[in-house]
């Protein structure tokens, strides 16, 4: 009998599967769209500052990639709150007034975002400078709040609180503070923003680093490898600090996700740690380095730290031996990646510091092209490690995921995640084969003479419209009709 | 009114809203499937391809908008609607992602297949989309669904699901047409105004046969939202969607200012939508959830509601920013020319 409450319903594999699979695909997108407006704007602000063309170009096509990233979010973001629905009913039925709020604020900030970048991006040639750029500086804002609320959710999910059970299990008196500032969120939240930062910012410098790689090595691209690379660095010890934090507040807050992240199987103290190592479902561990007494000194600054195993818990109410595994991979992976970055950061402050100037070693622009994709690969693992980390609660402690799961049948759930992987593979691939176009057609403008000719953005589908071509003269005023004339 | 029943409006408002910022751009794909050919639609085409791009995205939002009210404000509903009507609404997310990419691809796309090929994902899927949404509205219109109901074919393919499905397409079409003959003078294409004039009285007339099919319709499968249309402040408002689609017609006739048509054919639609939340009181689901049955936590609501205020008073104002500087002509690109052309200046 218990065996079979354990059993999963069949329908979850896919529902979990397809969940999994759009918040991966999704999640590639949000560093982007939280960091980039702020990146583009301290771009922006040089330019005007220091009256620099190249800063004001650079800031403009960030822009466009802007419009384009945020434009395939939020199709991807539309998926996703389909989703809480067509995968997750029983969730959002019953809890869904306790924590729900944090999605409110969400959606309107997206709002006000949606609204901005439109101004901002349609506002280059019209607008005076100054009226344009203080337009587009709540855009960060928008984006800060916008992640406050899906993070406020998220954070409910792993400690909720806020609401008292009645006789029939059911909540009641909710309190939305409560709900909304729970234990997890002040650590996940920050931890969240300052890796949007990162990661944005390595994306964006490891475009240029390549660049540079490649030879091109003009103002252009050292200032387009600069400034975000710069924000990244500063970002990477902090993020340090944050993440060692976070993992203590999981450790007295969540101990068996703690234990899950560390693969640590029964309550002991003088805890080794393991440096990747696999978990087997009779608690041995087999791989992995394994240095004595760490964990416990990570955990509690002593070697006589009592750290909370697997077992302290019956086994359907904790991840199973896999799932503690990819845990641990997964959080290993990104406390390895984190060290890495840190190493690349300190290696381009001693630089700067002592010689005022960028590294000159071909080594840092190859290590500095690839921490755009480790900065990436580390977000997934963090992502992983949180929610994999929960099982087998979906509202930890109080509701199984597979209490949540629709009770839609599993083929109808294989079938539309077959389709999901189809159109998400189509979207992805446009998105890329829009960024190749755009990257195209601007190198094709930076080497013609005649630059302005046939006007770069016209064929970019989100980005600026473009004088109407075919269409008589363009109306407005002709003062500022663009140098398209000219040439 | 209690704290249910204002955020039961907020929801109303924010699906009138789709139906209407979301509902031209379904119908700008409408009137792309139907431009006809690679040669003859290119010009249509060219409009569309214009006029959604800046706003396309905020118009999609309102729908994240209404889920994230619905789950927040009336949970009990949220599932219901989702279990009962898993099919249609699964398709129509699918449609809303091809839509994205296939405009999204359209243009990038050299080549004259690819751009068939992406621009029919982006057409097809514009024209599902609203059908299979309005097929789940009918199915809750009709009270087919209950707490508790199991997801079936029945659910959602029935004649008032069928009807309203229809209509969300010709009312879509209709807001199309109507904006795109505006734009189309906005763009400086007088020719495509009479054009989309023309598609838009076309499609008015669509409504019209629509909404008078289903009044026959809904009396016998739907009584509840028939007595609900036919009396009190529901019939009211059924009158003025009928008016206000009178007066649109009138301007499309005319030469009247866009902005008059483009007004009326909002009114007329978010009324059509007001009418059916209005005749559906006092409940979510007729005739088995009402909203104070439905509703969540009430401290939960009145922050949603204090939520939604501070919303507006943020997002009014950029709202209205947008919609002045696009007006005012303020909203133009910027190319890359123009950047080097200053620094040949300077040089």
Not at chain 1, 434 to 440: A, G, Y
């Amino acid at each position: 009998m218990i065996h079979l409450l354990a059993d999963p319903p069949p329908q979850m594999l896919p529902a979990r599967s397809q969940m999994a699979f759009t918040l991966a695909a999704h999640i590639i997108l949000v560093p982007l769209g939280v960091a980039l407006p702020l990146i583009t704007l301290i771009m922006h602000g040089y330019g005007l500052r220091r009256d620099d063309p190249t800063a004001l170009l650079l800031a403009r096509r960030w822009s466009a990639v802007m419009a384009v990233q945020f434009a395939i979010g939020i199709v991807t973001g539309t998926v996703l709150s389909f989703e809480f629905g067509l995968l997750w009913p029983g969730m959002m039925g019953r809890w869904g007034d306790v924590f729900g709020l944090g999605f409110g604020i969400e959606a309107w900030a997206f709002f006000l975002e949606a609204v901005l970048i439109a101004i901002y991006l349609y506002g280059w040639r019209r607008l005076p400078a100054r009226t344009h750029f203080l337009l587009a500086l709540p855009l960060p804002a928008a984006a800060l709040l916008g992640a406050f609320g899906i993070l406020a959710a998220n954070s409910w999910m792993n400690t909720p609180r806020g609401f008292v059970l009645d006789s029939a299990g059911n909540p009641t008196g909710v309190d939305i503070r409560k709900a909304v500032f729970t234990p997890i969120f002040g650590p996940e939240y920050w931890h969240f923003v300052v890796a949007m930062l990162m990661t944005a910012g390595y994306v964006v410098a490891g475009v240029y680093a390549t660049g540079w790689l490649r030879g091109r090595r003009d103002r252009y691209h050292r200032l387009g490898f600069t400034i975000p690379f710069t924000l990244a660095a500063v970002c990477t010890p902090v993020q340090f600090m944050l993440g060692d934090s976070i993992a203590r507040q999981v450790f007295h807050k969540q101990p068996v996700k703690f234990a899950a992240m560390e693969i640590v199987w029964k309550t002991d103290t003088h805890v080794p740690e393991y440096l990747f190592g696999r978990l087997h479902p009779d608690g041995t561990i087999s791989g992995g380095i394994k240095v004595p007494q760490l964990d416990s000194i990570l955990a509690g600054f002593r070697p006589d730290t009592q750290v909370t195993g697997l077992t302290s818990v019956p086994a359907d109410a904790r991840p199973t031996a896999a799932q503690a595994t990819i845990t641990h991979f997964a959080f290993d992976t990104m406390v390895g990646i984190g060290s890495l970055l840190l190493l690349l950061a300190l290696w381009y402050g001693l630089v700067w510091l002592r010689r005022r100037r960028l590294p000159a070693s071909v080594w840092f622009y190859r290590a500095a092209a690839c921490a755009g994709v480790a900065s990436v690969v580390a977000v997934e693992c963090g992502w992983v490690t949180t929610e994999v980390g929960r099982q087998p609660w979906i509202v930890y402690q109080y509701m199984r995921v597979a209490d949540a799961v629709t009770a839609t049948r599993a083929p109808a759930l294989w079938t539309m995640f077959g389709l999901v992987i189809l159109v998400y593979v189509f979207v992805f691939g446009s998105f890329l084969v829009v960024l190749l176009k755009m990257r195209t057609r601007w190198r094709l403008a930076d080497a013609s003479d005649t630059a302005g000719r046939g006007a770069p953005e016209t064929d970019n589908p989100y980005g600026p419209r473009s004088a109407l071509v075919g269409s008589g003269p363009a109306p407005g005023p002709g003062a500022s009709a663009g140098s398209e004339d000219r040439s | 009114m209690t704290a249910a029943g204002v955020v039961a409006l907020v929801l109303l408002l924010g699906i009138a809203a789709y139906a209407c910022a979301g509902g031209t751009d379904y119908g700008a794909g409408f009137w792309d499937l139907t431009a006809g050919g690679a040669e003859r639609g290119r010009r249509p085409r060219w409009l569309i391809d214009h006029a959604m791009a800046p706003v396309w995205e905020v118009n999609n939002v309102w729908l994240i908008f209404v889920l994230v009210i619905m789950w927040t404000g009336f949970p009990v509903f949220f599932r219901t609607v989702f279990v009962a009507m898993w099919l249609p609404l699964a398709l129509a997310v699918v449609g809303i992602v091809l839509r994205g990419a296939g405009f999204a691809l359209r243009k990038p796309a050299r080549r004259l297949a690819g751009r068939r090929l992406y621009g029919a994902v982006f057409a097809i899927a514009s024209l599902l989309t609203p059908f299979f949404l309005g097929a789940a509205v009918g199915g809750i219109a009709s009270g087919r669904v209950s707490p508790g109901t199991a997801a079936s074919v029945a659910n959602w393919a029935n004649p008032t699901s069928l009807l309203f499905g229809l209509l969300a397409i010709a009312m879509t079409a209709f807001l199309g047409a109507a904006f795109l003959a505006g734009d189309a003078r906005r763009f400086g294409a007088p020719d495509l105004d009479g054009y989309f004039r023309r598609r838009a009285l076309f499609a008015l007339a669509a409504v019209a046969v629509l909404t008078v099919v289903m009044l026959f319709v809904t009396h016998g499968d739907a009584p509840h939202v028939w007595h609900g249309l036919t009396h009190g402040v529901g019939l009211a408002l059924v009158v003025l969607a009928a008016v206000a689609a009178l007066a649109t017609g009138w301007s499309l006739l005319g030469t009247a200012e866009a902005r008059w048509s483009r007004s009326a054919a909002v009114v007329a639609v978010a009324a059509g939508v007001f009418a059916w939340g209005v005749a559906q009181r006092p409940y979510l689901i007729p005739v088995s959830l009402t909203v104070t049955d439905g509703a969540g936590a009430t401290t939960t609501l009145r922050w949603l509601m204090l939520v939604t205020v501070v919303a507006v008073v943020l997002v009014f104002p950029a709202v209205a920013c947008l919609y002045w500087l696009d007006t005012h002509g303020a909203l133009e690109p910027l190319t890359d020319a123009d950047l080097r052309g200053r620094a040949g200046d300077d040089a």
